[in-house]
């Protein structure tokens, strides 16, 4: 894995915040990978980006990072992070909860085939940033149980994946429905003209592409 490292790079010269850096340290994180080195400070500036980075190579933590280290405690809902599947949620949503463990923000899962309840209790709880995939999140959208008013941070995990899935008129319908003044961030193994396209319908015009080298 030495080649997806940036050892000319420590997270604590990213400007990550203390609370965060004391996690990265227990988890064992030194070095940031390429892709977190490239996209950290980007996201950090308030900039949309779009990331591509084969598989493995670290692209959760290069955008949950900067979002841990800008969100406010007092906005509930105010990141959503889609994946495409159920799985995918599950290990996001536990890899953003672990970086977080000593800020006060807090993270929600939301995905089909859990109790409706259970997940409304999550949010109410805190749900400063929800993870789940994109049906799941329209559904409690339409029902009024999740709203995208605050979000500052719209992440779309695994772009092409989701293309792949399907999921290309929910992503549309999703990043519509949210305040136009957040920060877009999109990641993915490859990035295809579609994902180029949804980028440019949905990024600011000053967004940047970050890509490194190999896919999949
Ligand atoms: P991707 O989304 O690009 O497939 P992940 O974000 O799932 O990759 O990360 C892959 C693995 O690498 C995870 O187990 C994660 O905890 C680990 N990892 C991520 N960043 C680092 C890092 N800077 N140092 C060491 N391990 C890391
Ligand atoms: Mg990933």
Redesign the pocket.
């Known amino acids: 894995?030495s080649d997806?490292?940036d050892e000319s790079v420590r997270?604590a010269d990213l400007g990550l915040n203390d609370r965060i850096l004391a996690a990265?340290d227990r988890?064992?994180?030194?070095?940031?990978?390429l892709?977190?080195a490239q996209l950290i400070p980007p996201i950090l500036n308030g900039k949309d980006v779009m990331g591509q980075?084969?598989?493995?190579?670290?692209?959760?933590?290069?955008f949950a990072l900067p979002i841990l280290h800008l969100a406010d405690p007092d906005i509930p809902m105010q990141a959503l992070v889609l994946a495409p599947t159920r799985e995918l949620a599950v290990?996001?949503a536990g890899?953003i909860e672990?970086l977080a463990e000593d800020t006060d923000i807090k993270v929600s899962c939301i995905i089909g085939g859990e109790s409706m309840r259970k997940q409304k209790k999550s949010m109410e709880a805190g749900g400063h940033i929800i993870v789940g995939t994109p049906g799941r999140v329209m559904d409690l959208q339409n029902r009024r149980e999740l709203s995208f008013d605050r979000i500052r941070f719209a992440v779309l995990?695994?772009v092409d994946r989701m293309l792949d899935i399907g999921f290309r008129d929910d992503i549309r319908q999703i990043l519509k429905t949210c305040p136009t003044d957040r920060q877009t961030i999109f990641?993915s193994?490859t990035i295809s003209g579609e994902i180029e396209r949804l980028g440019r319908q949905f990024m600011k015009e000053d967004a940047e592409k970050v890509e490194t080298v190999g896919s999949s």
């Open positions: 894995m997806l490292f997270f990265l988890k064992g994180f030194e070095h940031p990978t892709i977190q980075a084969k598989t493995g190579s670290g692209k959760t933590a290069a290990q996001v890899e672990k995990d695994e990641v193994a």
